[in-house]
C-alpha cells in the first residue's frame, strides 16, 4: 500500500496538474459559463470519472498495448477528436436555448452532459498515454502489488479532479449567470463554448 509520504506527493503533483490549464479545464469552464453552474459541475464530474477507465487500462495494462499500436492509437484518436467536435457543433446548433441556471429550459438534460463528460475523457488518448506516464512514477514495488498502488493512486487522481472540476463548474457557473443578464449573450456563451469543443476536437486529430 501507498505510504503517507507517497500518497501526498502524488497528491500535491496532482493537483498542480489538474489544476493547470488543459482540454478538461477549457470544457468544463466554457460549459459552465454557456449552462449554468448545475450544468458545469455535473460536466465536470462526468469529465473526472473518465478518468477511472484509464486507471483501469493502466492497471491491467491494455493501455500500453494501445501506446504501442500505431493504428490502435491513430483510431481511438479520430474517434475522440470526432466526438468532441460534434458536441460542439451540437452547441451551435442550439445556441441560446438554455439559459444559465434555468434547468427548467435548459435543451441538454444533467444526465446527458455528465455522459458527455465522461465519454470526452475515457476516449482521449492523451489523457491514457499521460496515466501511464505518470501513475507508475508513484508506485515503490517494495510497498505492496503494483496493480493495487496503480488502482488506489487512480481512484486518488480521480477525486481530487472531482472537486477542482466541481469548484471550476460552479465558479463559471456564477460568471454565465452574471454575463446573461446582458441581451443575446446566452447565445454568444454557447457558441463559444461550442468553439472550445471544435477547437480541442481539432487539436486532437491534427496533433496526429
Do not use: E
Not at 509520504?5 to 478538461?24: I, K, M, N, V, Y
Not at 492497471?59 to 468532441?84: E, H
Not at 435543451?107 to 498515454?129: D, E, H, M, S, Y
Request: glycine share 14%.
Amino acid at each position: 500500500m501507498p505510504d503517507l509520504a507517497q500518497t501526498l506527493a502524488f497528491l500535491a503533483a496532482a493537483l498542480l496538474l489538474t489544476a493547470s490549464p488543459g482540454p478538461d479545464n477549457l470544457m468544463v469552464l466554457s460549459l459552465g459559463m454557456a449552462r449554468g453552474r448545475r450544468a458545469g459541475m455535473v460536466f465536470g464530474l462526468g469529465c473526472a470519472l473518465g478518468c477511472l477507465s484509464h486507471t483501469l487500462l493502466a492497471v491491467v495494462g491494455i493501455g500500453a498495448l494501445v501506446a504501442a499500436s500505431p493504428w490502435a492509437l491513430q483510431a481511438l484518436t479520430w474517434a475522440g477528436g470526432a466526438y468532441l467536435i460534434w458536441l460542439g457543433v451540437g452547441a451551435w446548433r442550439h445556441a441560446g436555448r438554455a439559459a444559465a441556471g434555468d434547468a427548467g429550459h435548459d435543451a441538454t438534460p444533467l444526465r446527458r452532459l455528465f455522459t458527455q463528460g465522461l465519454v470526452a475523457n475515457a476516449i482521449n488518448p492523451k489523457v491514457a498515454l499521460f496515466f501511464l506516464a505518470f501513475l507508475p512514477q508513484f508506485v515503490v514495488p517494495t510497498q505492496g502489488p503494483v496493480a493495487t498502488q496503480l488502482g488506489l493512486l487512480g481512484l486518488l487522481f480521480t477525486a481530487q479532479a472531482a472537486v477542482l472540476f466541481g469548484l471550476l463548474g460552479w465558479f463559471s457557473g456564477h460568471v454565465g449567470a452574471w454575463l446573461q443578464r446582458v441581451p443575446g449573450s446566452a447565445r454568444v456563451l454557447d457558441r463559444l463554448a461550442g468553439t472550445v469543443f471544435i477547437g480541442l476536437g481539432l487539436r486532437l486529430v491534427i496533433s496526429r
